[in-house]
């Protein structure tokens, strides 16, 4: 490392600006660079407001407003006016006429430049947390434009625009995208940005991901999975998770490849949840309806396939066991498309087989059956139009409800470990029909169920062949 960094360095420390010990290392710019980024982006932070103080604010605006007289603290509370535009209530358009007229106060003649400063590093904040949102989005961009007239000098004032005022354009966002997509890493580029950590998950950083997600030249699973698998793991990323769902579930779906489908599954269904849970419908709305149906798709076809493997770990008997869930198996799946709401309920010892195949990571939420005798019971539920399916293990028979009359529930709240018996569905009252899956090898049972499933609920599989 060259000395006179060196000694600059040291000065730095000298100065009480923790370093870490790993950036005066030789030959390590690498760690020096990192640390330098990070210092500007925390550097780059809107300064804290007291809540109360906000208030205050918010009043002496609204008082204005009402063309009462109200006098503003120059240098204390016109620098963080531009604060008041990032929170969520809904205004009246005098209000903000009244807001702006007070911030442009900061460029008139005869101001400290620290004033007009600090005022424009609001400005310039507020604009990218609201960032999409066209009337105040406008308007600040009109705000801002006044303030770089009056003193072009301010735009170094703000870190993360220097040599990027590019940003503060319409569709600055798309530059950020470029960003992502030549590092391949959502933080990455923020990074590279020295973006302000309390602008990382705000609107504008969200309007780059989506449009991330959307460029047509951007097709490498790989690399969106990335990018998706990035933003799933980070909590604060959570609402920008539905604009990458879409591309990389209809992505996946063409590849045909069971491994990356198992992988988009798992990591959706921690993110966004069930979209046929009523408590995670709203995660989904930004998804395209066929991208969800999709998803659906792969969610039906992974309990049938989950089921199906514990039982056969379950049911030890005899060889003619494994072919007794041989043909319940073969059946249920030509039925998959017009199954909507699916669910396994496994009693005790089934569900430490399914922990010990980490079956349970891979999106499996299972009810529990409780009870004696029915350790390795397990159940598999399931809705096709009007009417609900119970298959049971063990020779249990198959049972239908009407939809809403079932015994057992499809979802239950987050964090609910209620458990349930067989009983409650043998002892069950309102049953439409059950079948007992006799002949299984002459497609008897199979004949009498399609029968029935297609005279009411209007499903007739594509191939009925039950041997």
């Not at 063309?67 to 009246?92: C, W, Y």
Request: proline residues 4%; positive net charge.
């Amino acid at each position: 490392m060259d000395k006179s960094l060196l000694h600059s360095l040291e000065r730095l420390k000298s100065f009480k600006i923790r370093l870490p010990d790993v950036c005066l290392h030789p030959g390590r710019p690498v760690e020096l660079e990192k640390w330098i980024k990070k210092t500007v982006s925390s550097s780059c932070s809107r300064p804290a407001l007291d809540p109360v103080t906000m208030e205050e604010l918010y009043a002496k605006v609204k008082n204005q407003e009402k063309n009462r007289k109200v006098v503003l603290d120059l240098r204390r509370e016109i620098p963080f006016l531009p604060v008041l535009l990032t929170r969520d209530r809904k205004e009246k358009p005098r209000f903000y006429e009244v807001l702006l007229q007070d911030i442009l106060q900061a460029i008139g003649n005869g101001v400290r430049r620290s004033v007009r400063r600090n005022t424009f590093r609001n400005l310039v904040f507020a604009y990218f947390t609201v960032y999409g949102q066209p009337y105040k989005g406008e308007r600040l961009q009109k705000c801002i434009s006044l303030f770089l007239q009056k003193d072009p000098e301010l735009l170094k004032s703000v870190l993360y625009l220097r040599n990027r005022k590019q940003l503060l354009k319409p569709n600055g966002h798309k530059l950020l995208t470029r960003e992502i997509q030549n590092r391949r890493s959502f933080h990455k580029a923020l990074e590279e940005f020295c973006w302000p950590v309390n602008l990382w998950y705000g609107a504008f950083a969200q309007w780059a991901v989506k449009d991330f997600f959307q460029l047509e030249e951007e097709d490498d699973w790989d690399d969106l999975f990335g990018v998706l698998k990035e933003i799933c793991e980070d909590k604060a990323c959570e609402n920008m998770v539905p604009f990458a769902a879409e591309k990389i579930i209809y992505l996946t779906d063409r590849s045909s490849d069971g491994n990356r489908e198992k992988e988009v599954r798992i990591l959706l269904l921690q993110a966004l949840g069930d979209p046929r849970d009523p408590g995670s419908r709203l995660n989904w709305v930004d998804v395209d309806e066929k991208a969800q149906e999709i998803f659906l798709a792969w969610l039906k076809k992974n309990d049938l396939n989950l089921f199906f493997t514990i039982i056969s770990k379950t049911v030890r008997q005899v060889a003619t066991s494994e072919n007794m869930w041989k043909y319940r198996k073969s059946f249920w799946e030509k039925y998959l498309d017009a199954m909507y709401y699916t669910r396994v309920f496994l009693g005790p010892e089934a569900e430490q087989i399914a922990r010990q195949m980490d079956l349970a990571k891979q999106g499996m939420g299972f009810g529990r059956l409780n009870g004696s005798g029915d350790s390795l019971r397990s159940l598999l539920m399931f809705s096709i139009g009007d009417y609900v399916f119970i298959e049971a293990s063990h020779n249990g028979k198959l049972r239908v409800w009407k939809r809403g009359k079932e015994p057992l529930p499809f979802y239950q709240a987050k964090y609910t470990y209620k458990g349930f018996s067989y009983t409650d569905v043998t002892q069950a009252s309102n049953i439409e029909e059950e079948f007992v899956h006799s002949s299984s090898e002459t497609g008897s049972w199979q004949r009498k169920v399609n029968d029935w499933v297609r005279r009411h609920c209007g499903v007739r599989p594509k191939e009925s062949r039950w041997r």
